[in-house]
């Protein structure tokens, strides 16, 4: 099964990405995390990833298809978070796929506002000493203002509440036309991600299991 997490910033698609890598035993391939290790190799790059802007999208698709090319991955079971944003992505990946004999099974949109957004990211802290990431609300540190390690922690300069309904907008302006032609070829569900965690993942899993049996059934 291959799947595509979509999300906001803030939407919580990173914390449901892992559980549901886990659960499945799925390969996670995070396009932040791709881009971050291509940006140490390149300074042109650097200066995209660093200003929080995408790598341009046919460049980015040659990068995610080298990457699954090279790294032996199982290509009948990983999840998508990051990539494809745009349709030509989305198409090159399934292309690429269809050669090998594998799909994209589903992509799920994890919706959040903006306001919930700004309320969650605004509640982020950053451990200075060990980089550990909180959240004031969903995933507080043991103590106030402090981390596990003692370190003191602080906001991040991005987490800024201007600073994230600009990276909110870039996603919707960004993601819209994608999302608008999976909902056309029902490739697309939504989930209510201004959920408790565990009620999200849940709501994933019924669906993701109804596929793998629909897929079972017909092997
Ligand atoms: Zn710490």
Redo the contacts with the bound molecule.
Sequence with gaps: MNIVILGAPASGKGTQSELLTKRYGLYYLQTGDLSRKLAEKNERLKEIVNSGKLIPQEEMTLYVLDFLKDEKIDLNNILFEGFPRFVSQYEALENFLKIKNSTINLTISIDVSKEEAITRMSARRI?T????VYNLITNPPPKDEE?????KLVQREDDSPKSIEVRFDYYEKNTKVLIEYLEKREKLVHVNGERPIEEIFNDIVNILDKINGKNNNQN
Excluded: A, E
């Design positions: 451990c000493v060990c980089k550990k981390c596990g390690c003692g370190g």
